[in-house]
């Protein structure tokens, strides 16, 4: 049998169960399937899959107070109950979806992400929403899903010329850009003190989402970057992991990279996953 994608699967059940419009309702979807969800005091697992005979119970934790978030354990669960080549196991999943993860693990994120936000239906909304963290909450808020899944699913889907980051510790340990974005993110680099995101990791202050306009060269170097050249910079922790999320956008592109060529490679961004790096690492 050949292995097909994680999103394949997800969108494969949206289309056999007709869905149409947002939002994604995992619990009834999960009716649908006959799978028994449980709510369930836990300190230890967010979500909890377990086969026992021929039936599958899903245990998710009850203290989960944010809905986006506990729509986005079941859709995990729902996966590795979907993706074939998780049959036959139990899975219990850890409630910081920042932490590493293995690959099947990774794989129930995937599908996760496309369940509850397929790309049919989350790409034409976009237009309408700014690559801010206020706008983007009110997105996630009219999906039912969490911040984190929608700003990434956000940022790599917009036709806005932005980028996604996750810093820990101050320092960048993951992103995800949109496909207009032009500049190398540099895993492991040190925030810059001039910046909002800085300020949130250094401070460890509990805030709001908050923005700014800040010099580019804050952040970046390279072609059409000088000394006048600004960007918008958004900003949320997360507090419970340790971690803040950035968005950078420019309102229009620094430069015209339709002519881009191999000269250029040293300011482009190489393609790499949003893949959490632990901060230890």
């Known amino acids: 049998m050949i292995a097909l994608n994680p999103e394949y699967y997800a969108s494969t059940l949206l289309n056999d169960l007709n869905v149409i419009s947002l939002p994604v309702n995992p619990f009834t979807i999960a009716c649908s399937l006959k799978l028994n969800v449980v709510e369930v005091d836990a300190d230890s697992f967010d979500g909890l899959y377990l086969r026992v005979g021929d039936k599958v119970v899903i245990n998710i934790n009850k203290n989960i107070t944010n809905i986006g978030r506990k729509h986005f354990t079941l859709a995990h669960e729902i996966a590795h109950h979907c993706i074939p080549s998780h049959d036959q196991n139990n899975y219990?999943?850890?409630?910081?979806?920042?932490?590493?993860?293995?690959?099947?693990?990774?794989?129930?994120?995937?599908?996760?992400?496309?369940?509850?936000?397929?790309?049919?239906?989350?790409?034409?909304?976009?237009?309408?929403?700014?690559?801010?963290?206020?706008?983007?909450?009110e997105l996630a808020d009219d999906c039912g899903t969490s911040l984190t899944a929608t700003a990434i699913k956000f940022a790599k889907h917009t036709e806005d010329c932005c980028v996604l980051i996750a810093t820990s510790?101050?320092?960048?340990?993951?992103?995800?850009?949109?496909?207009?974005?032009?500049?190398?993110?540099?895993?492991?680099?040190?925030?810059?003190p001039g910046?909002?995101?800085?300020?949130?990791?250094?401070?460890?202050?509990?805030?709001?989402?908050?923005?700014?306009?800040?010099?580019?060269?804050?952040?970046?170097?390279?072609?059409?970057i000088d000394n006048a050249t600004t960007l918008f910079e958004s900003c949320v922790p997360m507090i419970d992991y340790g971690v803040v999320l950035t968005m950078l956008w420019f309102p229009e592109p620094p430069y015209d990279n339709s002519g881009y060529c191999d000269e250029d490679k040293e300011h482009r961004y190489e393609e790499s996953s949003w893949k959490w790096q632990d901060p230890k690492e």
């Open 169 to 192: 510790e101050n320092k960048i340990k993951w992103f995800q850009k949109s496909s207009s974005f032009p500049y190398w993110i540099e895993h492991g680099k040190q925030v810059s």
């Open 195 to 224: 910046t909002l995101t800085a300020s949130y990791s250094l401070k460890g202050v509990v805030q709001e989402a908050e923005s700014q306009e800040v010099h580019a060269t804050f952040w970046f170097n390279g072609k059409g």
């Open 92 to 137: 219990q999943c850890i409630p910081n979806p920042f932490k590493n993860k293995d690959i099947k693990e990774v794989e129930a994120d995937q599908f996760a992400s496309e369940f509850l936000l397929p790309e049919r239906l989350f790409k034409p909304l976009l237009y309408q929403y700014k690559p801010d963290f206020e706008s983007i909450q």
